[in-house]
């Protein structure tokens, strides 16, 4: 098996990379979707107190964060169904199609008043959330996962993460577009509706992603044999102190959940900028996102060539981060429209180069960890780095729930005071700028795959026949 490891170079075609990059649309899709309205639907609409509403998504990050890392153990070790199906791809659909369906649950809340059922309210938020999670961690988990292993060399894990990040950008853009065209703020049948049209277009994204979420049988057989080959495997909380000595990992980790942070509160902060600072919604907001996404799509192709010139993943994704930060600043002293379609635009150009570097720098980390303990275990480090990027929700909620009190934010009025307003400002802009910040200095710091370490674990995995 070692020998046919190393004699074969598994190439994919264009058109698998895009099915995968389907696989990543789903996530992306409800990335904007939960991030922009689930916080505003039950603090704006249903009516309930921004306090009960953040305890709630600290609840909800809390079970995020446990559940990831045991559904990663779990998932890692080889099943009846592994020989034929693979280790990921059954996971991906077990795990998938219930979380799809579960997103509209999330908008079906009890139709009682918010301030005499408010314990009613609060625990469908905390019960139906943490359903959302625990099947979208069993999806997100294994999906992601696949990466590493399938696409292995350097030219080939850019190009379909390329591929991949610009069907996943349509996913946030259509995450964006498709409930801003339904719903109408303040109305709640229409979120009802948009959660209706989001499972539909995210179950056809599922089936289109099933060829790209299919391992190849080369190295479902490696594994298999390693796996024979070794039976002893180590326990949960041994993989658990291997991955936390792993320096450069630890350093990717701590900066991707700065970054999260940073993607968790300006998301969240969508409707309230649209509705209080720009006095917009509807297809306005959606004019914002386009802005957003055509800016993605223009800088990810050039990115990813820049990537390939100077063969240096480390040295693109912080550029991009660095970018990322300068861009940020503008947005929070901007409360005109067309101006702030052109800062995002901006801003989305900086967004599209930190993000298709993801999955390669993501995917080097694997290959090291590999090396240095002779074993594929995709599913616990990625279900670590779920877990720990979970207190983004935390730290949206937080934000939120303190600027709103602090600056006498009023739930479910239509207008807002002047000072309420800068409150929007800041969990829309300057608190971002601050995590990115930190996320750049933690990865410049910390985070030193350098090409020559990329090249010698590659060296060292053919020599390991994985």
Known sequence: MEKEIETIEIKHSKKNMVSYGFGQFIPEFFAMAFGAYVFFYYETVIGLNVWLTSIGFIIFAIWNAVNDPLIGFLTDRPFKFTKKWGRRLPWVLIGGIPWIFSYLLLFTPPNVDPTDGALILFIWLVVMTCVYDTF????????????????????????????????????????????????????????????????IVCMVALVAAIPGSREDQVRIDCYLEKCEEDMERPSFFKGFKILLKHKNYMGYVISFLFYRCVIETMVGSIPYVAKFVLGVEGIQITLIMAALLIGMFLSMPIWSKIA???????????IAAMFLTIVTVPLFFIDNYVVMIFAIFIWGFGEGAYWVMLSPNRS???????????RRTEGIYQGFQTFVS????????????????LTGFVET?????????????????????IFMTISTIVLWKFYKLTPENVKHNKEKLKELGL
């Open 390 to 405: 979970r207190a983004a929700l935390i730290a949206q909620a937080l934000s939120f729930s303190i600027v709103h009190t």
């Open 364 to 374: 080097n980390i694997i290959d090291e960890s590999v090396v240095m303990t002779g």
């Open 308 to 318: 390939d010139r100077t063969n240096n993943d480390r040295k693109t994704i912080m």
């Open 413 to 433: 009025s239509d207008t807002q005071t002047p000072i309420a307003t800068l409150g929007v400002q800041i969990h829309f802009a300057l608190l971002p700028m």
């Open 136 to 199: 979208a961690s069993l999806y997100g988990v294994n999906f992601y996962s696949i990466f590493p292993d399938k696409f292995r060399g350097d030219s080939e894990r850019r190009l379909a993460s390329t591929l991949s990040t610009l069907v996943a950008a349509v996913g946030t853009a259509m995450g964006s577009i498709v409930p801003s065209f339904i719903i109408i703020l303040g109305e709640r049948s229409t979120y009802t509706l948009q959660a209706g049209v989001a499972v």
